[in-house]
């Protein structure tokens, strides 16, 4: 079975902390990893995403995310957070036999406050 | 210009009436997808488009149909809707389906 698994529905940190919103994925094979995020009444959009080399990946208005093949995991980490980081972040993962289909997690809110 | 359309943004059908939801992109993407959300949910892959060959999931292969009449434009169809249908339905684009995926802003279908 593939899975996608994100631990928290809901974060809440103040500006300027650190977050990790977590990702964990059920299977083994090959895989492509990403995340989006998706602000209050938009679309989702792509953050960033690993396939392969270097473990830690850089996105998009300071967000990073690790890959640990031995913990099945790419969390998402940002060390000091905007107001404007409020919003619902989704992991995808495309399994190596999943014919190209991406499996979401249900979702982390993150809030954000001032 | 990255954008993905979808018309209309917010959708009201009767139970048992037809649907049909319209997604549209420039950026000559030959992959095109379907997803329908619900409240706190992943976003559910109802089926995708590449090129022109339609591939449906299977535990949703008999509700939902849909067209590409060209590369830009694709639709989802259903033929009557239920209640369990209310739920905001994304499109995405991409190019081939190993890159990252564009979303429309969503239809929000509440069937009554």
């Known amino acids: 079975t593939q899975t996608v698994s994100q631990s928290d529905a809901h974060v809440t940190v103040f500006e300027g902390d650190s977050v990790e919103l977590r990702c964990n994925y059920s299977?083994?094979?090959?895989?492509?990893l990403s995340w989006y995020i998706q602000h209050h009444g938009r679309g989702l959009q792509f953050l960033l995403k690993?396939?392969?080399?270097?473990?830690v990946v850089q996105g998009v208005n300071g967000f990073k995310a690790e890959f640990s093949k031995s913990d099945s995991s790419f969390h998402l980490r940002k060390a000091s957070v905007h107001w404007s980081d409020s919003a619902v972040y989704f992991c995808?993962?495309?399994?190596?036999?999943?014919?190209?289909?991406?499996?979401f997690g249900d979702g982390t809110q993150l809030v954000v406050k001032p | 210009d990255t954008t993905v359309k979808q018309n209309p943004r917010y959708k009201l059908a009767r139970v048992g009436k037809p649907v049909n939801l319209i997604c549209s992109q420039t950026?000559?993407?030959?992959?095109m997808y379907w997803y329908q959300k619900k409240p706190n949910q992943a976003p559910k892959l109802l089926l995708f488009?590449?090129?022109?060959?339609?591939?449906r999931e299977a535990d949703t292969f008999e509700k939902f149909q849909s067209s590409r009449p060209n590369n830009s434009f694709c639709s989802l169809y259903i033929g009557s809707a239920g209640l369990e249908y209310s739920a905001m339905y994304l499109c995405?684009?991409?190019?081939?389906?190993?890159?990252?995926?564009?979303f429309g802003p969503g239809t929000r279908l509440t069937v009554l």
């Open positions: 995405a684009s991409s190019r081939g389906t190993h890159y990252e995926q564009y």
């Open positions: 299977y083994g094979g090959s895989i492509y």
């Open positions: 690993y396939y392969s080399g270097n473990p």
């Open positions: 995808a993962v495309r399994f190596r036999n999943s014919n190209n289909r991406i499996f």
């Open positions: 950026m000559n993407h030959d992959t």
């Open positions: 488009y590449y090129d022109k060959i339609l591939n």
